[in-house]
């Protein structure tokens, strides 16, 4: 059986293989072609009875395999700035640049290289993982051979690695460091994400079949494939499917380049109540480091409406229309002088961007001619960035043990642009701030603030107002367990509303659980508190993190005060269940309690659902948009 039958048969198992136990690790050397006498087949059967005397490989075969028994490894708490160590070689001479690749199933530290296990059953999981190849993480580095050493580059390049999907964690060492000469050398060090996964949030037998199966990292290229389905008896018709290939680092040019098509109605449709099928092609190239000088992307759609439920022509709305979405922008000076040394000047960046939805077909309901939705929308913008940012390192925030990088600084927008919608001439200003800042107690605060308006001559419409603030305590420590507090905080309002629709409190906009709630209003206040405890426990890989929490929303008209609307509740309990060797989603068990809810609304809430990696946004430029209300 080759190795791609291989792939296929065994995919299961790694359900079960999805842990950080030891593998070796290969670093790129000169050495490389140095030959290593074959083992006799009673050279195997010996090290194979002698690692069975031992206890490590007497335990299970499940145990051998999640390493239950292997020692947790040292974590630190607090965030460090992420060009500290590379600070004292700066301007010394890259004279080689070696690569090691960390198994991934492989150690719980990636700092933990000298961890091996000659466990077969290992060997088989990782021989199911194409590793991402040299060549795929030499196209992400800034720096090459007899460039001089800076450590915000370095910093940068680490950084940027830890952001592709394929890779778990990353981490840049400059070694073998000669003061005469004035060289060293740089050590880039990877550990793969297990490039399969399957989605199954979907999958409500006997009714409804649906999967989706993907890599991440397909033959370890740097590449993704996605390819899913749904087989559903109510749907006309009942199958439906999708494909969608993603190229990271697209040709050395730090763009990730993305086409497909779907029938699931799963590429941003274009109102409630609908179901769509779009083909899609799109091209992004983000702010990859903090001197980069050009961003942008590109993408292109043709959707059309689909009667999945087999409605009459009178209910049925029939559409279809093309989108066009382009942007760039320019970071004209950074905060970088020219010898590399950060100086205290902000970074300053001029966006453009222009939208079209353009429809082919609209509804033929007389109700919703003059609906905004159903119309073509143009608009243009141009957005002035100042901005300044650092970054730090830490752990045990959104993940469950990875690195996580952390953004400290703030960010100033003044955006203008016009709209032409239902043929309707507007013009467009806001004014935004954000800041992310550590406090003294080793905090984490993030806030923010920004009000803008669309202008029909001198007559202000749609104005937005939004206020959020975000915490995160230090990391506490209560019997060597690890415990973090956060409070988040959020404020909509839209005083003058024209094209604008009502928000509402379900989900995510408001209190988890809520759904299909008719409440709804032009001003919203929501707060959240969450305790969370990253505990110790661990199932064949998979890491388990408990929260307690508590939301309140207030819903109220854009003329009414909003601290005289009811304030409704939820109380919550549950777990996130992740293994971070793999890239499938996170899994969260909750039960909630709602001690005040609207008409509609049972008093308790239980759920199991699979939820997205949760990350801090670490790019301070971004596409130009409208402040959001929604």
Known sequence: MNKKCVHIVLITMLWLMGTRAGATVHISSPFDNDTVPKKSIFQKIREYRDSMMHRRYRDSVLGKIAKVDA??????????????????????????????????????????????????????????????????????????????????????????????????????????????????????????????????????????????????????????????????????????????????????????????????????????????????????????????????????????????????????????????????????????????????????????????????????????????????????????????QQYFKGKYYNGFGRTEDIPQGYTITATMGSEKWISRYRWYSDVSVQSWQRTHRDGLLNTGIGIGSFWQKTTSEDAVIHAFANYYSKLFYWKKQRIRQMTFFDFLICPNNYFYKPLNINWEQGIWGFKRTTLNGYQRLNMRSETVYYSPLKIYGFKFNFFASAQLSLLAGNKESIFQSPVYTGLGLGARIRNENLSINTLKLGAYYYPVRPAGVGSFFFEATTVSDLRFDVFPLKMPTFLQFR
């Open 71 to 388: 020692p947790e490894p040292k974590e630190d708490s607090t965030m460090v700035k992420s060009e500290r160590k590379f600070l004292p070689t700066s301007g010394k001479r890259i004279q080689n640049i070696y690569f090691k690749r960390i198994a991934v199933f492989g150690p719980r530290d990636i700092n933990d290289t000298t961890f091996a296990s000659r466990n077969k059953l290992i060997r088989v999981a990782n021989s199911l993982h194409y590793d991402s190849r040299q060549w795929v993480i030499r196209q992400t580095l800034f720096f090459k051979e007899n460039d001089t050493i800076n450590a915000y580059t370095l910093a940068d390049n680490e950084r940027y690695i830890r952001t592709l999907p394929f890779i778990q964690d990353a981490r840049v060492y400059v070694i073998n460091e000669d003061d005469d000469d004035n060289t060293a050398d740089v050590l880039i060090v990877t550990k793969d994400v297990f490039e399969y996964g399957i989605d199954l949030s979907n999958f409500s037998p006997p009714n409804t079949i649906a999967a989706a199966v993907y890599s991440n990292d397909l033959f370890g290229a740097g590449q993704g494939l996605r390819l899913g389905f749904r087989w559903d008896n109510a749907y006309t018709p009942p199958f439906n499917s999708e494909v969608r290939y993603t190229k990271y680092n697209l040709a050395r040019s730090f763009a990730n380049f993305t086409v497909g098509y779907t029938t699931l109605n799963n590429n941003n449709p274009l109102d409630t109540g609908v179901y769509e099928n779009s083909y899609f092609v799109s091209i992004t190239r983000p702010l990859y480091r903090q001197s980069a000088r050009f961003i942008g992307g590109l993408t292109l759609a043709d959707n059309h409406s689909m009667n999945i439920h087999d409605y009459p022509d009178s209910m049925y709305r029939s559409y279809s229309y093309r989108l066009l979405d382009i942007w760039a922008g320019y970071n004209f000076r950074n905060s970088f002088r020219k010898n590399g040394s950060l100086n205290k000047k902000p970074n300053l960046a001029l966006l453009v961007r222009r939208y079209s939805a353009y429809f082919i077909d609209r509804p033929k309901q007389p109700e919703l001619a003059l609906d905004p939705t159903y119309n073509t929308r143009q608009y243009y913008l141009g957005q002035f960035v100042i901005f300044k």
